[in-house]
């Protein structure tokens, strides 16, 4: 069994930063591909940003393009979403999912293990 425990959520002023971490227990990280997936107040969830379990292959949703940056750090089993330029449209709850060896995500990947999420707020 995986377990994700999502931490580095907070308020924050346009135009800041943060990082968000997504920490792996119950297996190695490193034979899962991560997602950072989002959801905002009246929004749909969707996928912002992947990495694939061998850490070659990354996916970003449009509007994140340029401004967020997913990684991967095996030996502490977490993965990190860098989040910079903040907009109030960023305002949501922020979860990361994993899914064995998944090499390539896509917004209608599948993914077997969730976390709680952590709730960023982008103030104007």
């Known amino acids: 069994q995986v377990q994700l425990a999502e931490s580095g959520g907070g308020l924050v002023q346009a135009g800041g930063s943060l990082r968000l971490s997504c920490a792996v227990s119950?297996?190695?990280?490193?034979?899962?591909?991560v997602g950072w997936f989002r959801q905002g107040p009246g929004k749909e969830r969707e996928l912002v940003a992947g990495?694939?379990?061998?850490?070659?292959?990354?996916f970003y949703e449009d509007s994140v393009k340029g401004r967020f940056t997913i990684s991967k750090d095996n030996n502490r089993n977490t993965v990190y979403l860098q989040m910079n330029d903040l907009k109030p449209a960023d305002t949501a709850v922020y979860y990361c999912?994993?899914?064995?060896?998944?090499?390539?995500?896509?917004?209608?990947?599948?993914?077997?293990?969730w976390g709680q999420g952590t709730l960023v707020t982008v103030s104007e």
């Open positions: 990495i694939g379990y061998r850490g070659g292959k990354t």
């Open positions: 119950g297996r190695t990280a490193n034979r899962y591909g």
């Open positions: 999912a994993a899914e064995d060896q998944l090499v390539e995500m896509a917004p209608w990947s599948k993914f077997e293990y």
